[in-house]
């Protein structure tokens, strides 16, 4: 009777210490938690995220206006981080391209073609989502403006058109080089204004700077 209770005491005493050893194991530092969420992107942020872009890219006409050749564009963005993989933006952004037809080479005396200056410019919000740790999504959406001038070599101005719209744009973006909070990256978008002339497309790849 003895050994019984002695073997049931000793039972008793292995299963206490075991839910002491288990009881004792450190819980996750919600410090730690967040700090390993946040290092997914943007690079543990807070608060407002600033970003520009200057990339060589092509405008695309469709329609009335179908003007179309090699140009520059830029971005500036404005955000705020939402979440440990989302920032929540504004952003400017514009290009243009200038091109001038070929002179007639059987009329020698004849003037020169006017040149011809396209530009867009864009006002849209939007939000930019972390899928990897380096590499992000972002779509936008807006209203922006498509201008067209015609020049003569002297600089007058003898047309100008300007024609307003709603733009969508969607980019994808991968961190090359992150330092602190800055990151340098390569980003590619895609703007597409719908005017009542028809449809203009502005795409580029670039390097951003974000900080």
Known sequence: ????????????????????????????????????????????RHGIVVSATIAPGAFIGFGQRGD?????????????????????????????????????????????????????????????????????????FGFGDYSRNQEQVDGILIAHEALGGVIGNVGIGLDLVRWRYAALGLEASSSTLIHHGGMTTMSGLGLGLTF
């Open 1 to 44: 009777m003895v050994t019984v209770s002695t073997r049931a005491l000793v039972g008793a005493l292995g299963l206490a210490a075991a839910a002491r050893v288990a009881s004792a194991e450190p819980e996750a530092d919600p410090a730690v938690t967040d700090a390993a969420s946040a290092n997914l992107a943007p690079t543990g």
């Open 68 to 140: 179309s050749g090699l140009s520059g564009m830029f971005s500036l963005r404005l955000g705020k981080v939402a979440s440990s993989t989302t920032i929540m933006y504004a952003e400017l952004q514009g290009g243009g391209l200038v091109h001038q037809p070929g002179a007639d080479p059987s009329m020698p005396s004849a003037p020169k073609p006017a040149a011809t200056s396209n530009n867009l410019g864009a006002l849209l919000v939007g939000a930019l989502h972390y899928v990897a740790p380096s590499l992000w999504l972002r779509i936008g």
